[in-house]
């Protein structure tokens, strides 16, 4: 038990286990501080679950960045709970993300404060080249429309005029990502190839050959404009 305790950094009631690659909460953490624990600090972990979170009654803050939380992520019922951060773990547009959010509201109603930087369902431009601020508008939106308790989201205070345009729209602000499909590019053997205004022999790229042909126009360059120059004793 003693080697346990010096894994762990106490100061008062805040708790950080912080660096040591496990996937789940140990133990002995909440036996020994789940009772008076106000904050717990368990990033840089491999966590998946947090299930053993029951034995911190009295939590009002949790920090579990850098771990490997997804969609299915369920958490006790924590009343007191006003600030939760889930940078960089694994929650993304594929599944049902928006579970993930009513059951924050259903488990974590005291919530004010809510990061989710640096996950796919957070579409932020520092982390995310390919999104503009729209796209983190919307995702703002559909969080707020979920969690309209919340004061600040990711590093930004919420406004109230966010409030209320999540509630007027926030339902239908949900980002999704597009499945990626197959492309088929012209030439390929599985499919035809579009259609050509070039000759059948023309149209096959292993047999590409150049036509030749005769024209009827015969040009003698008294209309070209180079000829308004030149006199007819240089011709």
Do not use: W
């Not at 950094?9 to 909440?30: R, T």
């Not at 088929?184 to 590409?208: F, I, T, V």
Request: with cysteine; charged share 25%.
């Amino acid at each position: 038990m003693a080697s346990n305790e010096s894994l762990v950094a106490l100061n008062g009631k805040q708790i950080s286990y912080i660096g040591h690659d496990c996937e789940e909460i140990p133990n002995f953490l909440g036996e020994m501080y789940g009772q008076f624990a106000r904050r717990l600090d368990l990033s840089f972990n491999r966590l998946r679950s947090l299930a053993a979170l029951k034995m911190f009654t009295e939590l009002e803050e949790l920090i579990v960045d850098n771990n490997l939380l997804g969609n299915d992520l369920q958490l006790p019922r924590l009343p007191n709970l006003h600030t939760l951060t889930l940078n960089k773990n694994q929650i993304s547009f594929e599944g049902n993300y928006s579970a993930l959010l009513e059951h924050l509201a259903d488990v974590t109603p005291s919530l004010e404060y809510l990061s989710l930087l640096g996950n796919e369902a957070c579409p932020n431009q520092l982390v995310s080249p390919d999104k503009d601020e729209d796209d983190y508008q919307r995702y703002r939106y559909f969080v707020l429309y979920k969690l309209p308790q919340l004061k600040f989201l990711d590093t930004r205070k919420v406004t109230k005029r966010e409030v209320m345009e999540a509630q007027e729209r926030g339902a239908f602000m949900k980002v999704v990502k597009p499945k990626v499909e197959a492309v088929s590019y012209a030439g390929s053997e599985s499919q035809p190839l579009p259609y050509s205004p070039l000759p059948r022999g023309a149209r096959d790229p292993r047999n590409h050959k150049g036509v030749f042909a005769k024209c009827r126009y015969i040009y003698y360059g008294k209309h070209s404009e180079g000829n308004r120059f030149i006199r007819n004793d240089q011709l």
